[in-house]
């Protein structure tokens, strides 16, 4: 046998296309020798490199990412690995909560899927009945309108009770926002990206509860696992729009596939 293979014979060993072996030349991840004619010619060792550069873009990974773990050594080889594994599990996982609510939608087309940003939010507490939390969203909504403080959405999560509820009342600002000369805040969240499965609610506030045991529901029919509490969200000039939202995965900033 040749000392080296033409691109030929090389795809034949590694059942690897021509095609895609000159992509992984032009990507600078495999690097054959030119003859004299200016053939392409490889090496037995670059069998092995070529075989784990095409199960890496098999199974997802960006080019760019395989560049650097083809530079890199072992110990970080090992972490970059791991990073992968858990960003094709969150995959799977938004793929198979996608494929669930396509499956249901023809039976109950009220819930939809969406994908909430992150958010900075200032909570409050309060206390009150069922559905009649409405003067103190009043009430702290003021508060930060005197403060110059825009508000993009207006939230609500449940913490405890049954006849007189105790709940955080939330606000969606701005990033760069500095919380200075409000009273008694709960605490500020940066809510992290998610995916929810949401329910559009009309019907009356005191039946409010109605519309967190139909969005349960429709999850443990459809064997959604929440990833955090139900949260009304309010929008618009005076929060008169208003889904209820349950987390059913949570999303971090993953590569696309290049």
């Not at 072996?21 to 690097?31: A, D, P, Q, V």
């Not at 939390?133 to 207006?154: A, D, P, T, V, W």
């Not at 459809?222 to 005076?238: F, K, M, Q, S, V």
Request: positive net charge; charged residues 25%; glycine residues 6%.
């Amino acid at each position: 046998m040749s000392e080296f293979m033409t691109i030929q014979t090389f795809s034949k060993r590694t059942g690897i296309s021509k095609s895609a072996l000159r992509y992984y030349e032009s990507e600078n991840l495999l690097h054959p020798i030119r003859s004299k004619n200016g053939y392409r010619l490889y090496s037995e060792d670059q069998i092995t490199t070529a075989k784990l550069i095409s199960s890496l873009r098999l199974a997802g990974i960006p080019m760019k990412d395989i560049q650097m773990y083809l530079k890199e050594n072992e110990t970080v080889r090992q972490q970059m690995i791991k990073n992968w594994i858990k960003t094709l599990k969150q995959k799977h996982h938004l793929l198979s909560v996608s494929l669930r609510y396509l499956e249901s939608y023809q039976k109950n087309d009220q819930v939809y899927l969406l994908e909430k940003n992150t958010e900075k939010i200032v909570w409050f507490v309060a206390e009150s009945n069922p559905g009649k939390f409405g003067n103190h969203f009043r009430q702290r909504k003021r508060e930060l309108e005197r403060l110059n403080i825009s508000i993009n959405n207006g939230y609500l999560r449940y913490l405890s009770g049954k006849e007189s509820i105790k709940a955080q009342i939330g606000f969606g600002v701005s990033d760069d926002v500095e919380i200075e000369g409000l009273s008694e805040i709960d605490s500020i969240e940066i809510m992290s990206p998610c995916l929810c499965i949401a329910l559009p609610y009309t019907s009356p506030m005191t039946e409010i509860q109605k519309g967190y045991a139909q969005l349960m529901s429709y999850a443990m029919e459809h064997g959604l696992i929440p990833a955090g509490p139900i949260i009304e969200w309010y929008r618009g000039e005076h929060f008169e729009d208003l889904d209820l939202l349950m987390p059913v995965a949570h999303i971090s900033k993953m590569k696309g596939r290049s």
